[in-house]
């Protein structure tokens, strides 16, 4: 009922800038918060970085000042700029979003399929 498809990942070299991108599609009533999130081998999936509806957003430390979350409302999308990438950035990258969709309507969390980030030093 709904489908979240993620571009943009790839190999880049450290120091390198990369810009996913994550467009949410089927039947959606409202989204809330939209966010990314990535995970490293042998890692558990960690928090890189959310935006509220109204425009709030939160970071993982180790991305502060590096990367960019942005959203376009109108075509249920959101992006990550991601800039000054560091080999320990390399991760399968996760967009999600929390809102309420399908039919019957159901408020739920969806999960993008993932695209990889490889940097290398």
Avoid: H
């Avoid at 430390?61 to 990438?85: C, E, H, P, W």
Wanted: aromatic residues 10%; contains cysteine; charged residues 15%.
């Amino acid at each position: 009922q709904v489908q979240l498809v993620e571009s943009g990942g790839g190999l880049v070299q450290a120091g390198g800038s990369l810009r996913l991108s994550c467009a949410a599609s089927g039947i959606i009533y409202s989204i809330n918060t939209m966010g990314w999130y990535r995970q490293a081998p042998g890692k558990q999936r960690e928090l890189v970085a959310v935006m509220t509806s109204g425009g709030s957003t939160n970071y993982a430390d180790s991305v502060k000042g590096r990367f960019t979350i942005s959203r376009d409302n109108a075509k249920n999308t959101v992006y990550l700029q991601m800039s000054s990438l560091k080999p320990e950035d390399t991760a399968d990258y996760y967009c999600n979003f929390q809102g309420r969709v399908g039919f019957p309507p159901k408020t739920g969390d969806y999960w993008g399929q993932g695209t990889q980030v490889t940097v290398s030093s």
